[in-house]
């Protein structure tokens, strides 16, 4: 996994870590807008009962906290709720495949 990604040309910082972080007591992964850092759980300690599964929840994971990201960039942190952030992570994929079926 890269250790950083440009999110609107500002650098956040991409960290994996394991069950004993506090900051992710309870959830898999948190963007910590302030430190420009995103922090997430380890593949292997999501929730899953197989690899798929628990690459599916990785990914998931991954493109809700880039949404915060984006939002906090962009300067729309305040009207983005957890409900819609998880909609949007839900969506990208979804519009990723109908764009590129319009595109082709």
Not at 17 to 33: V, Y
Not at 86 to 97: G, H, L, Q, S, T
Request: aromatic share 8%.
């Amino acid at each position: 996994m890269k250790e950083t990604v440009n999110i609107l040309g500002t650098p956040y910082t991409i960290k994996e870590d394991d069950l004993n972080n506090p900051i992710l007591s309870d959830a898999d992964g948190i963007c910590k807008m302030y430190d420009k850092e995103i922090i997430l759980r380890k593949e292997e300690y999501l929730a899953g009962n197989t690899e798929q599964g628990r690459r599916y929840r990785r990914e998931h994971v991954i493109r809700h906290e880039l949404v915060h990201a984006f939002a906090e960039e962009s300067g729309h942190n305040y009207v983005i709720n957890e409900e819609l952030t998880d909609w949007i992570a839900a969506m990208i994929p979804k519009i990723n495949e109908a764009f590129n079926r319009i595109i082709e």
